[in-house]
């Protein structure tokens, strides 16, 4: 009975055509001005008089019989476009619907099904693809989250010419529903994710009819070159990735970027989890500032009613703020923002943050091992939970499986011995100098040699390179009571997370003393004010007692953009923004 | 030996005493232009003289005592400030430590102990509070994470007089490393969390040494009035919530502000939990836009570039987009930017959301089932894990137990019934008069009457009171064909969730029709122009096929501030922003 109300709301339309207007050209005016007819005009009036009638004629009979066939179709009443769901002409049919997946797992391959097939059954799906065989057959590909498969819609005395020729030519990426019959196809379909079903088609109606797209979602499918090799021209036969984020909703639909998006959301879901399991409690620090705290060059300036205020460029001052406050173990995943101008497939003006910061008791490499076992625990949760989306990426960007460690393993190489190891490659470098992304990538390879692993800590930076913030070694000079020559020389208590060469987490002990951090600050090779509107506030939070505490940043965006081997940086962000982009 | 090295780090100082100036003061030269001395003069100076000298002489024996009382100090080792951790001077220890938690379970009030006490455990923790009883006896209050526990100094053979003095007089709020015998008290002690124990300290080390704080902890953890309620002078005995609020990391200090940080997060883990579990994929969408989306008034203006952004005011627009991007099911919690020139006790100009937006068969009411779940399981979930703070919240805010109806059982009360409930109590209002906050709150009497819980749902509210992207109710004018008088009028599928009659989720079935939404942007109550540059992406997303869908945000903080009956949403803010406030 319910399903008969749908039925009632589905009234049998064709795709609508465009209104011929061909009748009405030789209705035109006379140009003004002009002297009465010439006989020629004359009969050349008479003759289109003629053709528009004749024209006219056609139409109506087309008409007739295209009613005629409507009254003949048996299967009116099965196809066509459904009023808008929530508008008064809309009534629900209360039919339960499935889900793909289920009905997959339900009749798998080895389920006996014979030639009837399986239950009808009733589902919401989009369109993938459409195409008229025959005036008899038509095929359709539908998808339903991350599943597609193949549809066939057969003429036979219960279903019509005409809605073969309907299914058929439905736009692709329109949201349909559909009434079929399930059935084994005769060879496995290899191009759907559920091969060993296919749905014979009886009902089809579209819920919401896609328009012409602006390009194609199989478009957003195709690999985009690595940076430096060549790229596909704008306005080209191949979609840039300009165009792809221009139209970055259809771009979204293809099965590579929901992949991508799981996967994301599995990081982050997985740092949460591994962290809350240790104690950390999840924070929300101010986005919004009254100065700029962490140098003024490359923050987003506010306008603030009749003031001003900046946009924060890492929670990383609050988080220890709070572990001042006696929060112990903070965590923060957070959007960044970083006033670069830079336009390189690496940066991004807004992106999201995996923050962390803890106490300790004694040494920062406790907080090192946290961080670790959190790291092997999110790529180990990737593994086990994410496999098929991981596998759809790496099919298209080929990048080796990622070689880790056993937890409690991760080689921690100290700064000297990893400068020792490009040395003894052959690199001229000095004691502290800053590595280049090269020689990053480089040392990256030489670990995987030597310890046989692709995730690596790097431990105790040179001073000089890491923030005013960041602890010196026990044997910096900057520890020292007396006057030293350079208080930037020597290392630090700070270390960087590898992942095939390419760092993931940057991160270091705090200095916990007040004193000790303005001489830090004033004496750093980019020195800051420690009286600043901006810092002031962080400085005296140290006054009241704190306990030594490190942390850590992910850039979340980087590590889907690693973990899978994307080439740019831009297919890990929904909608990303760079200097050039701020839509959609 | 390991711990010998801590000793070697740990020279006993007493807290240093402001340098005597007195032996000075007699050493001021003559004033200019006077005469050769005279004869009393000189009487006088002879006087000074001979005082200065006593004085030096005995401030020598003072020192020589001192000295002798360090060389004496049977304790010397066992107490005093430690060098910073991570400079040169410091040495670990690597004794283990405990937490006091831990050990209040382990050696609980039923455990029996003699007089010897348990064992000798080592911890870090803050001073909470320090007396000095007499030359003998000292007590502090040391406190850890969310634990309290009276410890006792007693001088004896093995521990000295210093010792007790140094002990009674470490500034409050400092951070020290204490070693003890864990013993139980005479009496219980009521006033810290962990009643059934004390510390009888063997050593204790300052790491963290406190300044003179500028207001106490305690202040702020004294209840603030209520909106309305006389508020303490600015300046006076009582310290004011700006004063808290510039103090705000010594203020987040207090136990209170703890326990609603640490719901706060249990309400973000609870609302993702459950999400995940029914499908839900986390988003990130971006906080910068390239134009404003949701009417211009209220969005922060950013300098980008050369150009100009807007900060997102919610990921509402964007939701959506990727719903029309199959994406089905998402959420997101970030903060959101409100440009509100409000100074209430219920505006903040950065706030937390918690949004998600999903995709339904046929009835907008699937969604609104999944949303009353989601907030039963919240309710539920902070009863169960977040008891003990919740308690200590309502010990000082007195709020009543939160009412709750069975799941599935959450009364959704149809707007016109809730008028009615409102007529039939004396109020006059239109039928599609918007609510006025104490409207709100009256009906929320009413329907706890009526029905017997705090928590229930608003449905079907007016369609002129709600966003353009409302889908109207199926009967409402805005769905004809032909022209009507006022398309505005009628109803919409719209819901408003409340607890005690406050809204605290606010959510519809959002229009996923191009042309129908167009249509609404033009004949809204606010017009909006869907060729704009902030919505045009936004509509067109909609032309590709897309399901019908429906969601809701939530105001982290005003369910915070709601469930725990705080007064004043700001402290449901770490660090809460408003037109007035931008630091720390």
Not at 165 to 191: D, H, M, Q, R, Y
Request: charged share 30%; net charge negative; glycine share 8%.
């Amino acid at each position: 009975m319910a399903e008969e109300n749908a039925l009632e709301n589905a009234p049998a339309q064709s795709i609508p055509e465009r209104p011929k207007e061909a009748a009405q050209a030789g209705a035109q005016p006379a140009a003004e001005g002009e002297k009465g007819p010439s006989k020629a005009a004359l009969k050349k009036a008479a003759k289109e008089k003629e053709k528009a009638e004749k024209a006219a004629k056609r139409k109506a009979e087309e008409e007739a019989k295209k009613k005629a066939d409507e009254a003949n179709d048996v299967s009116r009443e099965d196809y066509g476009e459904l009023p808008m769901l929530g508008s008064n002409d809309y009534l629900p049919s209360n039919v339960p619907r499935v889900r793909l997946a289920q009905i997959a797992e339900q009749y798998s391959e080895t389920t006996p099904m014979d030639e009837a097939g399986g239950p009808e059954i009733k589902f919401r799906a989009t369109v993938e693809n459409a195409r008229v065989q025959s005036a008899k057959l038509a095929f359709l590909v539908f998808k339903q989250s991350s599943e597609t498969i193949q549809a066939v819609v057969a003429a036979s005395e219960t279903l019509s010419r005409q809605m073969v020729k309907f299914c058929g030519g439905i736009p692709t990426e329109s949201t349909v529903l559909v009434t079929g019959i399930v059935k084994k196809p005769k060879e496995a379909i290899k191009s759907c994710t559920i091969g060993h079903l296919e749905v014979h088609i009886k009902k089809l109606y579209i819920e919401s009819r896609a328009e012409v797209l602006p390009m194609q979602v199989a478009d957003g499918e195709r690999p985009l070159p690595a940076e430096g090799e060549e790229q596909p021209e704008e306005g080209g036969p191949i979609v840039t990735l300009n165009t792809r984020l221009t139209h970055r909703v259809i771009d979204l639909r293809g099965k590579h970027n929901r992949a991508i998006f799981r996967i994301k959301d599995g990081v982050v879901s997985l740092f949460q989890e591994y962290l809350r399991s240790q104690g950390f409690v999840g924070i929300q620090t101010p986005k919004l500032l009254g100065a700029p705290s962490e140098g003024g060059s490359n923050v987003f300036e506010v306008k603030y009613f009749n003031s001003k205020a900046y946009l924060a460029q890492s929670p990383q001052l609050y988080k220890q703020m709070l572990i001042s406050a006696g929060y112990e173990r903070v965590m923060e995943v957070c959007p960044i923002f970083r006033a670069e101008n830079s336009n390189t497939a690496r940066h991004l003006t807004e992106f999201t943050g995996l923050d962390l910061e803890m106490e300790f008791e004694e040494d920062y490499h406790e907080v090192v091992k946290v961080l670790e076992d959190l790291m092997l625990y999110i790529f180990n949760g990737l593994k086990t939970k994410y496999k098929k989306e991981t596998e759809l990426i790496r099919s298209v960007y080929n990048v080796e499986e990622f070689k880790l460690p056993e937890a409690g393993a991760v080689p921690r190489i100290p700064w000297t011995e990893g400068i020792q190891m490009l040395r003894d490659d052959g690199l001229e470098i000095g004691d502290y100098d800053d590595l280049s992304t090269p020689d990053e990538k480089r040392l990256g390879a030489l670990v995987l040699k030597k310890y046989g692993t692709d995730f690596y800590v790097l431990d105790k930076f040179p001073l000089a390179i890491r923030p005013f913030y960041t602890m010196p070694a026990h044997d910096s000079p900057a520890h020292s009571k007396e006057p030293v020559a350079d208080p930037n020389a020597g290392y630090s208590n700070s270390y960087d997370f590898f992942m095939r060469g390419q760092e993931i987490l940057s991160g270091a002990q705090r200095i916990h003393n007040a004193e000790f951090l303005c001489k830090r600050m004033r004496e750093h090779v980019t020195p800051v004010d420690p009286n600043s509107d901006g810092l002031r506030d962080y400085v005296n939070s140290f006054r009241y007692g704190c306990p030594p505490h490190a942390g850590g940043g992910i850039g979340l965006e980087r590590i889907v953009m690693l973990y899978l081997g994307l080439p740019n940086i831009r297919l890990a962000s929904l909608f990303p923004r760079d200097p050039g982009r701020l839509v959609p």
